[in-house]
């Protein structure tokens, strides 16, 4: 088993699916930024914040927590069982990460003034450590991708013409930064999850800034901590929900020993979160408001019970750890889950002091989120063909040279 | 081999965290200073006083450059019929409610900025667009905000509005506390034009004494609370009424400043750097000891 780029045909129906998405979403956009914000959204006054910072930002990167501990599972704590599945987690990330600067970009008013938060520090603002952990987290990802890009060239630039002068000049450099990022990767890979923990955490002090206005069922002021361990106990099941649907869309064979040692870690994890989520409420006493039934009391319950308790309880069970449809099903609960804490906590929890309506996303709002992951799926699957990042069988034995050890086969 | 990457692996650890070190001073300089001195001023709000005339309405929309319309549709009640919000158009607005009884009319109260002591939006802005100047206004910088409004959501007032109409240069539009005029030793526009002095402008600790004043000699005619003296610890804006302020559309705010809880936290978390450079060095340690148990296997 090596990484190596996928071969197989690009288009199938479902990509086709996607590319309309993507079309629609660029028409929405083409108006956003002729147009304005009002033009697209149901944002007003009233609702400064709506799905593109609840669920393109928010939920995005949360649900890019597989990036992190993937890496941390397999490089800090040396888990070489895993490291057929850190590429995949890693591009997952990358592009996540990627699109949450994309969502930010579409929603700020002033997009183009956004390198002003690398000058104009505000070290009392959440937001501005969010994002500018964000900023940082998305650079190191870049980097920690590089020795995927290396592996894919050395020995193979192949220039012709005019260029083919470079050929050599290309190769030595691609050489040279392979070598150096191999002695200092492990700086990058701790440093990644430093900032993650950091951003993860941050992101769930953003709305304790909202007092009052935020239902007191999310209003926590442990919400840090809670958003970072729902980002912990995500990441896994990222992994394992990216990993079937792939190798099911490449016809290639899970590699089920690996996702279900991994499903190992995710019971835990999310009793841990189960635990202090819980704890918080019998301590601040808000389970007083699960006895009125109104949309708060109602989300939560589905938030909590559907994407916490149930695959909580169905990860500890080794039918379902062993099983592909099974630990399919409770991984995309406890995505669900986590998506659905997300918009609670930014979009459902969130009255203004004088709320005359109720937010509800637009056309337009909804096609552009759907339009970003249809995208994010689509550059996945375009990169995974060029790149070596999908671990597969060795299909022909071939003399292994240095590069080819390192997953190139040449 | 082996023992040059474990060096390697050492001296750059060394490297972050003098880089840490570094990013602990510049941090803290950038931070937005807080000045709150004790002769800032404020406006006294005497909502028993109040007419309703509107006049401040129009002479704030002149003074900011906002299309103002003719005067005489000031005079115009049915804008009374539904409760108003100051929005990008009009950065202040009157309301009216019912008086107390049958027999004193209706009460008008102006809505605008508070001008927080310990303003949220200083604290959320994420390149620190807002401050709050010595004088006690609370003001926004055109050149620096990228326009994400975090300042909305952590309004405890729900004052900022955005120009979500606009693709380009959209505003974040409220009361400047007349910015521009006070510079230059003029009185704010709302507070020259009012015909009658329901607002007072002077030093926040007089307004807060006078306040005081006037429920003491008049005792049936305000309720025993002045607006804004304590609330969100303490705003520029003051408030008397005659009636509690719940009913008047004002929102029950605690007496902690909004962005008490959010800093605390945050400072917490990057108190000089030490905690994620713990947990850089934690993360390293245990990585440097599992490399080294698979050398040693």
């Known amino acids: ?410 | 081999m082996a023992n040059s990457s474990r060096r390697d692996f050492f001296k750059t650890l060394g490297i972050i965290g003098a880089g840490a070190a570094g990013l602990k001073t510049k941090s803290a300089g950038a931070a937005p200073v807080k000045i709150v001195s004790d002769n800032r001023m404020g406006v006294l709000v005497d909502t028993t006083v109040c007419i309703g005339c509107r006049r401040c309405e129009f002479a704030c929309k002149e003074a900011h450059n906002l299309p103002t319309g003719n005067i005489e549709d000031y005079d115009n009640r049915t804008v009374f019929e539904q409760m108003r919000r100051p929005d990008t158009k009009a950065l202040t607005v009157v309301n009216e409610y019912p008086g107390t009884d049958k027999k004193s009319g209706p009460i008008n109260v102006k809505v605008q900025c508070m001008h927080c002591d310990h303003p949220a939006c200083v604290s959320a802005c994420i390149v620190g667009a807002f401050s709050k100047q010595e004088n006690g206004s609370v003001i926004w910088d055109e050149s620096l905000c990228i326009g994400c409004r975090y300042c909305i959501v952590a309004c405890p007032f729900q004052i900022p509005a955005f120009e979500y109409e606009k693709a380009i240069e959209p505003e974040i539009r409220k009361c400047d506390f007349c910015w521009e005029r006070t510079k230059k030793g003029l009185l704010p526009a709302c507070v020259n034009i009012c015909p009658v002095e329901a607002l007072t402008y002077g030093k926040r600790y007089e307004l807060i004494q006078e306040a005081h004043k006037r429920i003491e000699k008049n005792p049936d005619r305000y309720i025993d609370h002045v607006l804004g003296e304590t609330e969100v610890g303490g705003t520029s804006w003051l408030y008397l009424a005659n009636k509690d302020f719940k009913e008047m559309d004002f929102p029950k705010l605690d007496d902690k400043p909004a962005p008490g809880a959010t800093e605390s936290l945050q400072h917490a978390i990057f108190a000089y750097f030490l905690p994620p450079a713990m947990l850089f060095s934690l993360l390293g340690g245990i990585m440097w000891l599992n490399r080294k148990s698979e050398e040693n296997e």
């Open chain 1, 1 to 410: 088993m090596e990484p190596s780029p996928v071969k197989k045909p690009f288009f199938t129906p479902t990509v086709i699916v996607l590319i309309i998405l993507v079309v629609n979403a660029l028409v929405w956009a083409f108006m956003r930024f002729v147009f304005g914000i009002g033009a697209v959204t149901n944002l007003n006054n009233q609702y400064p914040w709506g799905i593109w910072i609840g669920i393109d930002v928010a939920a995005g990167v949360a649900l890019a927590a597989g990036g992190f501990t993937t890496s941390a599972l397999a490089h800090i704590f040396h888990k070489e069982h895993f490291h057929d599945i850190v590429r995949p987690a890693l591009l997952t990330a990358m592009l996540g990460y990627t699109f949450v600067g994309m969502g930010v970009f579409f929603d700020l008013g002033r997009y183009y003034n956004i390198w002003h938060v690398m000058i104009f520090w505000n070290g009392n603002s959440v937001l501005f450590e969010v994002g500018i952990c964000v900023m940082a987290y998305l650079t190191v990802l870049y980097i920690e991708f590089l020795p995927i890009v290396t592996d894919r060239f050395i020995g193979r630039v192949n220039f012709r013409g005019i260029l083919s002068k470079l050929n050599s000049m290309i190769d030595t450099l691609l050489r040279f930064v392979d070598r150096s990022l191999s002695k200092i990767m492990f700086f990058f890979i701790i440093l990644g999850v430093v900032l993650s923990c950091l951003h993860q955490s941050s992101l769930g002090t953003l709305m304790i800034l909202a007092g009052p206005k935020v239902h007191p069922l999310w209003q926590s002021p442990i919400s840090p901590l809670l958003f970072l361990l729902s980002a912990i106990s995500v990441g896994f099941p990222m992994v394992i929900m990216e990993s079937i649907i792939s190798s099911r869309s490449f016809g290639l064979k899970s590699e089920m020993d690996v996702l279900s040692s991994l499903g190992r870690y995710v019971g835990p994890l999310l009793g841990i979160y189960l635990a202090f989520k819980i704890g918080d409420m019998a301590v601040r006493q808000t389970f007083v408001h699960l006895t009125e039934i109104n949309a708060a009391s109602i989300m939560w319950i589905i938030e909590v019970l559907l994407g916490v308790v149930i695959p909580m309880r169905m990860f500890f069970w080794d039918k379902v750890l062993t099983s592909k449809p099974l630990i399919f099903t409770a991984a995309i609960l406890v995505i669900f889950g986590v998506l659905m804490n997300r918009i609670n906590t930014f979009i459902v929890s969130y009255t203004p002091l004088y709320a005359t309506e109720v937010y509800w996303p637009s056309i337009g709002e909804i096609s552009i989120t759907i339009g970003f992951v249809a995208l994010e799926i689509l550059l996945y699957r375009t990169l995974v063909m060029i790149f070596p990042v999908i671990s597969q069988p060795l299909e022909r034995i071939r003399l292994k040279t240095k590069f080819a050890a390192k997953g190139v086969i040449r």
